[in-house]
């Protein structure tokens, strides 16, 4: 059949890591040597799929049940994602899934498309913490929880906190760095989100915790910061900027500029690349809708141009693979459960997504970077890295 032979030889430019391609009976070998993994295709996927963009037609597959991966899905991608910079991608026929606009109401709405999935959901495999971002894993047998407890607790000792200090989160998610902020170092603490369901949530733990008096949360837009009447002495910001659009770097990190006290410490987590690029197809039109992942020179960039002093800077890349394999673990053990709420594609859709972003990062594509800086300068702050 031409389709299938078309298809079959689109695939022998992945031939890093040798596989198997099986459809109606038929076996082919990509690479040298002992396959790797194997690909099962109930279906042949045309040429014209394949070439406008590779991910959406692989990972769309998967999602319907016409791929099937045999044996364990992370080490097949691995083998399989390291190789993303022979993908295809029609960037002309794309832009209107790859650039989306980044006004705020589009914004909102492609958040909440995620986030707001339902807190249910998310408890199933995040850990006690609800912490969505990547974990510090201290010691080769620290969990999952206990790898959160130990980022958040080194971010808040990198921000130097004082008791009475001000500190804003944005983008605090379900708020576990702020309570831990205000339980250890009895800070005043305001988060920013744009989900809805993590804002009802954080304000839940909140009230359970007894600390009304110490943390606020807000639906807010950082946008509108500037207008707010606030200003802190620390600011943290743990796996949002993704979410700004490229075209919104610098007006983000303006915002923060904004409600600042001079000195104070700002501390940047997310997830970064080598070079400026759009993404991923199927991430956009699945997972993140409007992501945008920075690279770690543009931010260095951004910050600079406000005056902001770079005191340190860390790639955590590793840590992030082994959180989103925790994470993939959890989901698979409640599979079950999962089901009970979404339909088989949603579920193959996400575990895709896990294993995919745990490839990603073993594979190099992203990198997880933690910068620390200080508005201006700071010369009050201990000479040796206190944490």
């Known amino acids: 059949m031409l389709e299938e032979k078309v298809m079959v030889d689109f695939l022998k430019k992945f031939d890093a890591h040798p596989f198997l391609v099986k459809i109606d009976g038929k076996e082919y070998l990509i690479g040298e040597g002992r396959p790797s993994f194997t690909v099962n295709f109930k279906k042949t996927i045309p040429l014209s799929k394949l070439a406008a963009s590779t991910s959406l037609a692989l990972g769309e597959a998967y999602m319907d049940g016409d791929l099937e991966i045999e044996g364990e899905l992370y080490q097949a991608l691995d083998y399989f994602l390291g190789q993303m910079g022979k993908f295809s991608t029609d960037r002309n026929a794309l832009k209107k899934l790859m650039f989306t606009s980044t006004a705020k109401r589009n914004q909102k709405k492609e958040v909440r498309s995620h986030y707001d999935i339902g807190n249910d959901f998310y408890k ?4 006690d913490t609800l912490s969505y971002s990547c974990g ?7 969990t999952l929880y206990q790898a959160q407890v130990n980022k958040v607790h080194y971010i808040l000792e990198k921000l130097y906190l004082k008791e009475g200090m001000t500190l804003l989160d944005i983008g605090c998610g379900w708020g576990f760095l702020l309570i831990e902020a205000a339980k250890k170092y009895k800070i005043k603490g305001t988060g920013i989100t744009l989900s809805a369901e993590q804002y009802k949530e954080c304000n839940r733990r909140i009230c359970a915790e007894g600390l009304e008096n110490y943390v606020t949360v ?3 837009d950082y946008r509108d910061l500037p207008d707010s009447g606030l200003s802190f002495d620390r ?25 600042m006290n001079p000195g104070g410490i700002f501390l940047l987590h997310f997830i970064s690349a080598l ?10 039109k699945y997972i993140f809708p409007g992501g945008m992942i920075p690279s770690l020179r543009e931010m260095l960039t951004c910050v600079s141009e406000d005056q902001f002093h ?4 860390e790639n955590l890349r590793m840590h992030y693979n082994r959180t989103l394999l ?3 673990k959890n989901f698979r053990e409640c ?7 979404f339909d088989d594609r949603f579920v193959r859709m996400w575990d895709m997504y896990l294993s995919s972003c745990a490839a990603t990062f073993h594979n190099g594509i992203i990198d997880l970077h933690q910068i620390l800086m200080t508005k201006g300068i700071n010369n009050d702050l201990p000479m040796v890295k206190w944490y």
């Open 124 to 127: 199933l495999w995040l850990d």
């Open 136 to 142: 510090y894993f201290l010691h080769d047998d620290d």
């Open 218 to 220: 807000e639906l807010m």
């Open 235 to 259: 600011v943290v910001s743990v796996g949002m900027v993704e979410h700004v659009g490229r075209d919104n770097y610098q007006l983000f990190i303006d915002c923060v500029n904004k409600v």
């Open 275 to 284: 070079k400026e690029y759009p993404g991923d197809p199927w991430i956009k």
């Open 310 to 313: 770079t005191l340190g800077i």
């Open 326 to 328: 925790c994470w993939e």
């Open 335 to 341: 599979i079950d459960d999962v089901k009970k709420m």
